[in-house]
């Protein structure tokens, strides 16, 4: 069984820097399609960043610059947030695919398992 669980999230000024973790049990994260996703207060989850098996990343476009999204030690995957904002306040939460697929979605639909998610919450 596949379980995904973040960490890292916090409550931090504009401008500054956090980095949020994703450790997975169950799943060799570099065998699958691995992306980010938030949920601002009050909206719908969207799309940050992903990378998939062969280290293609994508990005959305609020966050493309500052954001970095990356393989760490064993079965772990970062997001590291630059010059974060106060639009950038929401839960993060890591997903992964059922299928070795090489596509990084941006479509919550094309992600089989999720975490729990962190918050992140940026003052101005």
């Known amino acids: 069984q596949v379980q995904l669980v973040e960490s890292g999230g916090g409550l931090v000024q504009a401008g500054n820097s956090l980095r949020l973790s994703c450790v997975s049990s169950?799943?060799?994260?570099?065998?699958?399609?691995m992306a980010w996703f938030r949920r601002p207060p009050g909206k719908e989850r969207e799309f940050v960043a992903g990378?998939?098996?062969?280290?293609?990343k994508l990005y959305s476009d609020s966050v493309k610059n500052r954001f970095a999204v990356s393989r760490d030690v064993e079965n772990t995957v970062v997001l590291q947030m630059n010059d974060l904002k106060p639009d950038d306040t929401a839960v993060y939460i890591c997903?992964?695919?059922?299928?070795?697929?090489?596509?990084?979605?941006?479509?919550?639909?094309?992600?089989?398992?999720w975490g729990a998610g962190t918050q992140v919450t940026v003052s101005s």
């Open positions: 169950g799943r060799t994260v570099s065998a699958y399609t």
């Open positions: 990378v998939n098996r062969l280290s293609t």
């Open positions: 997903a992964t695919m059922a299928d070795r697929d090489l596509n990084v979605p941006r479509s919550a639909s094309f992600y089989a398992y």
